[in-house]
Nanobody, 116 residues
Framework: QVQLVESGGGLVQPGGSLRLSCAAS????????MGWYRQAPGKQRELVAA???????NYADYVKGRFTISEDNAKNTVYLQMNSLRPENTDVYYC??????????WGQGTQVTVSS
């Protein structure tokens, strides 16, 4: 089992920045990849950014150049640095971890609101 705890969401003005954090605990040795997803009410979760244990990254096209995913292995934490935020980035953001047995784990979600 893997437990994920997110933090760092909040209210920010358009053009501002936020950094989301996701701390993993439990069977972290089994994690193959971690990522951030977003979900609007009534819609499916969609990938924002992901990073593998080897450091390979993947981004949704609409965040390339503005968002950066990174990891601190010593802290078992993954970050999502979000710059140049837009109102359309408003959503609940979820941390995800995938184990080498292809089990999915999710955090509780953190609200990001971009508004003036």
């Amino acid at each position: 089992q893997v437990q994920l705890v997110e933090s760092g969401g909040g209210l920010v003005q358009p053009g501002g920045s936020l950094r989301l954090s996701c701390a993993a605990s439990g069977s972290i040795f089994s994690i193959y990849a971690m990522g951030w997803y977003r979900q609007a009410p009534g819609k499916q979760r969609e990938l924002v950014a992901a990073i593998t244990s080897g450091g390979n990254t993947n981004y949704a096209d609409y965040v390339k150049g503005r968002f950066t995913i990174s990891e601190d292995n010593a802290k078992n934490t993954v970050y999502l640095q979000m710059n140049s935020l837009r109102p359309e980035n408003t959503d609940v953001y979820y941390c995800n971890a995938v184990s080498d047995a292809e089990c999915d784990y999710w955090g509780q979600g953190t609200q990001v609101t971009v508004s003036s």
